[in-house]
Structures are given as C-alpha cells and as structure tokens.
C-alpha cells in the first residue's frame, strides 16, 4: 500500500559534542568509543516521488559524490525492501546535498538514515523503530545515530544508543570546515591513545548532555590537526568569540562552536571567513 506519492525530508548535519575513545579490539579492529551527537536546524533535502521509472539524482553544493550502488541512499533502499521482503513501485530520489563529504558531520550517513524514516512513511508506517534500527546497522555504524535525529549518547562500537532527554537550550551554531577533506579510516589509524577515559560512568542521563558541554573532548583531534593544522586554528578562533562549546566533531575536518547569542556567532563567522580563503561556513541554529 502506498501511503504517499511524494514526500520531502531534511537529513539534518551530526554534530559530536564528544568523541572519547575508550578502547580498541584487536580481533574486530573496531575502537570502542562513547560519543555524544547532537543534530542542527540545517542539513541535505531529500525529496522523494512516485515515478514511471527508479532514479537517482543529486544536486546542490556537494554533489560529487556517487551516483551508484555505493550511495548509503540507493543501499537503504535496497536493505528496506530485502528486510521487508517487499517490492516498491519506480521511485525518482532528489538529493540536495548541502553537506560537506568527508568532514565529520555524518552527511552519507544521515542521508540513508532520511531515507529509511521516509521510506518508512511512505510505504510501511507501522514499521517498529527497532526494525529500522537494524536495518541502519547494516548499511554504517553511524546510521541508526542518524535515525534518532535528537541529542543520543552512542557507545560500544557505536551500537549502543541511548537517547538524552532536552535540557531546553537553544545555541547559535557554526559550522566551520577548512579545504582539506580528511579519511575516518586514516584518521583512527594514525591515533596514539587508544585507551582514553570515557565521558562518565557515573553520571546519569539527565546530566551527561551538560557534562558533555563542559567537560568533553575528542580524542580524533589530535591525529586530524596533524593532518590538517588548520583545524587547530579554526577551534582557536571560534573559542575566542566565547563559545559554550567549540571543537572539531567526528574525525574531522569539519569544527563548530555554540553560541548562546547571535552576535557572537556572526563575529566569529566573520574572523574566519578573513582569516581563510576557501574555508565552508554554516550559521544555523541548534536546539538540545
């Protein structure tokens, strides 16, 4: 049964408040890690329609990427309807990417995660979100993070999530990423420590949004700076103009800052933009 015939999405950017990693096995080669993220008013549109024919197309400012069966978009579909065991009628996708590719801000990821929710809509609504949480598991470690499109604390290897209530904040938002694009994979390759601390264990989910604001850190950094210098000059910046937060979220390159006014925020966007020639900036808002 078709429920909608057309349907539009924003795939909102993943911003890690922290990224603390805790561990590494040697026998999966996966970090373990404990990961706060948090999701802003702005991100990729997705727009999806009943067609004579299936497509793909992608525009907007960061549309190169692929446009085949290596798409997270074109892979969420197809585990959609192979989990389901279902087949849909011809469906035309139009994917505005707004989202820098390899910056840390979750684009391919939280695209397939749209797509899966829109699907869902569309197609199959009393669909269980523990199903489509299994679904996101098959396509990344990010995916079922995306799905929750609200402040969620991952752990594990990433699998492990637990939603955060709000604390009924409103922050100024920017998004600052150099040039420079950076590998998640070389990234965590080149990292020294791989037994950190974790955030907390102690504090319960009411206090660890906060505590992540004050006092979390992401360990990635380190090894991306050495990659990209230009990330520690950014944070410099953006801390300058007194942020609640400023860091670098995932593996970078991509940094941002919360501001608790606008002013402050367009000040620093203004420093950097003189500062940098071809650095991508975002002024959006955040809600936690």
């Not at 420079?180 to 020294?192: A, R």
């Amino acid at each position: 049964m078709i429920y909608y015939s057309a349907l539009s999405v924003v795939a909102p950017a993943k911003i890690n408040l922290c990224l603390h990693i805790t561990g590494y096995d040697e026998a999966t080669k996966y970090h373990h890690l404990e990961t706060i993220c948090v999701f802003p008013e702005w991100g990729d549109i997705l727009q999806f329609y009943i067609a004579e024919e299936d497509g793909l197309h992608i525009d907007g400012a960061f549309a190169n990427i692929p446009n085949n069966e290596d798409n997270l978009i074109l892979k969420a579909k197809h585990i959609f309807t192979t989990s389901l065991e279902i087949s849909l009628p011809p469906l035309a996708i139009t994917v505005t990417k707004n989202i820098p590719d390899q910056a840390g801000l979750g684009g391919g990821s939280s695209d397939a995660a749209a797509t899966l929710l829109a699907l869902r809509k569309m197609f199959s609504p009393d669909l269980s979100t523990d199903m489509l949480l299994k679904m996101g598991e098959q396509i990344g470690a990010d995916v079922p993070v995306c799905l929750m499109k609200k402040p969620v604390l991952a752990k594990g290897y990433g699998e492990k999530l637990t939603a955060l209530p709000m604390i009924g904040r409103k922050y100024y938002c920017l998004i600052a990423k150099p040039e420079i694009s950076l590998s998640t994979q070389k990234i965590f390759q080149n990292l020294q420590d791989k037994n950190n601390s974790a955030l907390s264990e102690t504090l319960d989910r009411n206090a660890i949004l906060n505590h992540a604001l004050q006092y979390g850190v992401n360990h990635l950094k380190t090894p991306a700076i050495k990659e990209a210098p230009e990330i520690e000059a950014i944070i410099t910046i953006l801390q300058s103009h007194g942020p609640v937060k400023a860091d670098m979220s995932g593996s970078g390159s991509a940094c941002f800052a919360l501001f608790e006014d606008d002013i402050s925020c367009r000040k620093a966007h203004n420093a950097l933009r003189n500062k940098f020639q071809n650095i991508f900036l975002k002024s959006t808002c955040l809600y936690i």
